[in-house]
């Protein structure tokens, strides 16, 4: 049978079949009782009754996806992205989620200064942090893939997160996600996973697709394409991580499109075949 | 009329337009007196005719593309790679070149061990050395985007060239191309262009475009995306490089489908703008 108790599954795998409460009782009705939420998913049914949900279904919550998005060089936009990543440290404690998922956010419209948004980013990390430590939440820092550098995270490499740890001097309010996705390609990949020791609150996986024909949509199920996720998995576990392990797939052309108990019964076996 | 004489046009920038023979006489209409030359479009003139053109046109060359390609497993295939890549070295020290570039290669078909890719290509680039020092070449390391690390590249950034250079100790036989779309993203890049300081062989410049539909052949022209070109011209002449700029867009969907002319005039004006 497997043992499948460290196995998660985030909601963005079946972003496109199930609303929250298909999702919650999707999973646990497949065997998996640890996910990821999505915010707009979460917004749709509401904290309470989310957590009426995931109680009736004896489920875990790992992440909630996503805050931060603190780039932008507009004032008022830059106090609204930090006044709604408030709500959503607020929405991560009252599930009881692990952590909340902060993602920097990319360049501001129009601009072409990365250094500047990432001070920007920074600095409004800083202002989340006391928000996040008496909330008891933790931030975790995910460090996106470079290749959506320009729209979507500034924050790019495993390396770039750590020195925004050690930068800001935070304690258990401040981790990071390491996503198979995001970081396999790196070759300091050794030495910032064990530097990320003791910080690491989220552990994702999928696959990068030899043939990828989109910069944020593509991703693979795992065992369909090049990463050795077995590898990176030890690698993480070696820092004394020892939770779930999260299957999160953005596919427009082919999970989103599939069955969801399909999806997520293919997966469980990828895990298997692949991770563990 | 501004000042072209550090523009280079690299021969990708117009590959479905111009052959070798239209390419040279093209961009020296337009005022370019420097060019990078592609391989396959070498081989369909030969070097000797190829040398006749470029005297006549009194056209420098600046690199010739691509050697490398050297992390298979298939011992045969590596070897085989190897010993094109002596005829490149040949073929750049025939048209005076003033680099080959190098790049490494990807994952071997089957393959998710990139840490044995990387070895790899570092053992094979250590054999390649004693050849292109005899020949006066400059094997220019070209770090490429991680997008396409599993296809093309599994140098990935400037510090992996640096760290490889370092590990190698060679001379002038070995430096570093530095262009702009592989490496904007970078948050080492200040750090590691400084590091490079004396080996920067040739700088490249394009740009990228926010809505990218490819992850190898759609880079935008100077102007049109959102790299700061300047900042990073700055930070590599900063080195004390003094050498070409050298434009190469990759650009199926655009300026491959455009009149060579205009491409070469537009870039022209683009440099004035966005790049000096």
Chains 1, 2 share one sequence.
């Not at 401040?174 to 790196?186: M, N, Q």
């Not at 394409?225 to 077995?230: A, P, Q």
């Not at 993480?236 to 392990?245: H, K, L, M, S, W």
Request: charged residues 25%; hydrophobic residues 45%; aromatic residues 8%.
């Amino acid at each position: 049978m497997g043992d499948f108790s460290q196995l998660a599954i985030n909601q963005f795998t079946t972003l496109h079949q199930w609303s929250l409460p298909e999702a919650v009782e999707g999973y646990a009705r497949n065997g998996a009782h640890a996910m990821g939420i999505v915010r707009d998913k979460l917004h749709e049914v509401g904290v309470v009754e989310a957590r009426r949900l995931l109680r009736t279904h004896e489920m875990q919550v790992t992440c909630l996806c996503v805050g931060g998005l603190l780039t932008d060089s507009d004032p008022h936009r830059f106090r609204a992205n930090l006044a709604d990543s408030r709500r959503a440290i607020d929405e991560a404690g009252e599930l009881g989620a692990e952590c909340l998922v902060f993602v920097a956010g990319g360049l501001p419209e129009g601009s072409r200064d990365l250094p500047a948004a990432r001070a920007r980013c920074l600095e409004g990390l800083a202002e989340l942090l006391p928000y996040a430590k008496s909330a008891g939440v933790t931030l975790a820092l995910e460090p996106l893939h470079p290749m959506i550098c320009a729209f979507r995270s500034c924050l790019s490499t495993l390396g770039q997160a750590n020195d925004w740890i050690e930068a800001l001097g935070a304690g258990p309010e401040l981790g990071i996600v390491i996503d198979v996705y995001h970081v396999w390609w790196d070759p300091d990949l050794e030495r910032e996973i064990a530097r990320a020791a003791g910080r690491v609150a989220s552990f994702h996986i999928c696959d990068w697709l030899m043939e990828t024909t989109d910069l944020r949509l593509d991703r693979g199920m795992m065992g369909d394409g090049v990463i050795d996720i077995r590898r990176i998995r030890r690698l993480v576990e070696a820092t004394g991580y020892d939770g779930y392990r999260e299957v999160e797939i953005f596919s427009a052309r082919n999970w989103w499109k599939r069955d969801p108990d399909e999806v997520v019964a293919i997966a469980k076996a990828r895990y298997l075949s692949d991770v563990v």
